[in-house]
C-alpha cells in the first residue's frame, strides 16, 4: 500500500562532487515541503539499482532521483528489475543535479532546485514509455531498460569518452564537445542490418544510430527531434557513412534540431527494432555505456509514472 512517503536516491558524486556539498541545503528544502522521510546514497556504479529494490521491500513507492541522467537510468532499472511491487503503483521524480539533466530537460523541470522542489511538491504526473534493451555483455545477454536516448556507433563512443571526463571530474558543455571530437576521430563506419517491425529498413555502413523515447542527449542535443515519450513508439535515427569533415560540419544541426535535413541520415518511427552487425560495436543507453550489438529494442507503452514541471502539462 502505498503511504505517500518519498524517499530520494541521491549520487554524491554527480555534477563533479557538487551534490555531495549541496545535500544539507536541499534535504532541508525538501522536508520543508514533506517530501523527504528517507534518504539513501550511491557509493558505486550500480549501487542505485540495488537501493531501489531494498527501498520498495521497506515500502517505499516515490522514489526522487538526485543526480544526473546516470542515476535516473539506475533508479529505473531498480524499479523494472524487481518483481515484489507492480510499476504501477511508483512514482519516480528528478531533482536535476546532474552534468547534463536531458531527461528533465524535456519534460521541463527547472533546473533551479526550488522550483523543481514544487514540481516535486505539486505532483503533476504522466506515464510514458520505457524502452527494454537485450544487448551483449561480456559475451552474455543482458536486458536493461532505457527512458530517453540510447545510440550505437559514434553516439555510444561519445558517451564512452565523456564518462571518462566525468571520473576525472570534468564535465557540462565543453567536456561533452571534446568527448564528441575525441569519438569522431576515432570512429570507423561499422557495416549494420537494421530490422523494425519485422520487416528490413536499413542495411550498409552506419557512422552513427540513435534510438529514443526522450528527444534530448549529449546536454541538449537532439538525435531524434520529433520523438514523444508516450506514443508507444521508438524514434529511429541512422546517420549512413560519411567524412569526418562533413560530420563536423553538420555537428551543429545535432543541437538545432535539424539533423533529419541531412542528406545522409535515415529516420522513422517503430516499436521494435533490432541492429546486428558483423564488427561488434558499442552501446550506449541514456548515456551509460553498456555492451555491444545485436541489440533488440522494444517499447513498454506508458509503463512508468513520472513527475513533470508545470510548463509541460
Request: proline share 4%; net charge positive.
Amino acid at each position: 500500500m502505498d503511504d505517500g512517503k518519498w524517499i530520494a536516491v541521491v549520487n554524491p558524486n554527480a555534477a563533479g562532487g557538487r551534490v555531495a556539498a549541496e545535500w544539507p541545503l536541499l534535504s532541508g528544502m525538501l522536508k520543508d515541503k514533506g517530501l523527504l522521510h528517507g534518504e539513501v546514497f550511491t557509493t558505486h556504479r550500480y549501487h542505485a539499482v540495488e537501493l531501489v529494490i531494498y527501498a520498495l521491500k521497506r515500502g517505499f513507492r516515490r522514489f526522487i532521483s538526485v543526480g544526473g541522467d546516470g542515476t535516473l537510468h539506475e533508479i529505473v532499472n531498480g524499479i523494472f528489475h524487481q518483481k515484489d511491487v507492480p510499476v504501477g503503483e511508483i512514482t519516480l521524480a528528478v531533482l536535476p543535479a546532474g552534468s547534463a539533466n536531458d531527461w528533465a530537460r524535456m519534460y521541463k523541470i527547472p533546473e533551479e532546485y526550488s522550483r523543481a522542489i514544487d514540481a516535486i511538491s505539486e505532483e503533476r504526473t504522466v506515464m510514458q514509455d520505457v524502452g527494454r534493451v537485450v544487448y551483449m555483455e561480456s559475451g552474455v545477454e543482458s536486458i536493461r531498460y532505457m527512458v530517453n536516448v540510447s545510440g550505437i556507433g559514434l553516439d555510444a563512443n561519445i558517451c564512452y569518452h565523456c564518462n571518462a571526463a566525468k571520473n576525472k571530474g570534468h564535465a557540462g558543455k565543453g567536456a561533452y564537445v571534446k568527448a564528441a571530437f575525441k569519438a569522431l576521430f576515432g570512429r570507423r563506419s561499422n557495416y549494420m542490418e537494421v530490422t523494425a517491425d519485422g520487416e528490413p529498413f536499413f542495411s550498409g555502413k552506419v557512422f552513427s544510430l540513435g534510438f529514443g523515447i526522450g528527444k534530448y542527449s549529449g546536454g541538449g542535443m537532439l538525435q531524434v527531434p520529433d520523438a514523444v515519450a508516450d506514443d508507444g513508439l521508438i524514434n529511429l535515427m541512422v546517420a549512413r557513412k560519411l567524412s569526418k569533415l562533413k560530420f563536423m560540419f553538420l555537428f551543429r544541426e545535432l543541437f538545432k534540431g535539424t539533423i533529419y535535413n541531412v542528406r545522409e541520415v535515415a529516420h522513422r518511427t517503430f516499436s521494435r527494432v533490432t541492429v546486428t552487425a558483423p564488427r561488434p560495436d558499442r552501446l550506449e543507453i541514456d548515456g551509460e555505456v553498456v555492451g555491444t550489438t545485436p541489440v533488440t529494442l522494444e517499447v513498454l507503452p506508458r509503463a512508468l509514472r513520472v513527475v513533470v514541471g508545470k510548463d509541460f502539462m
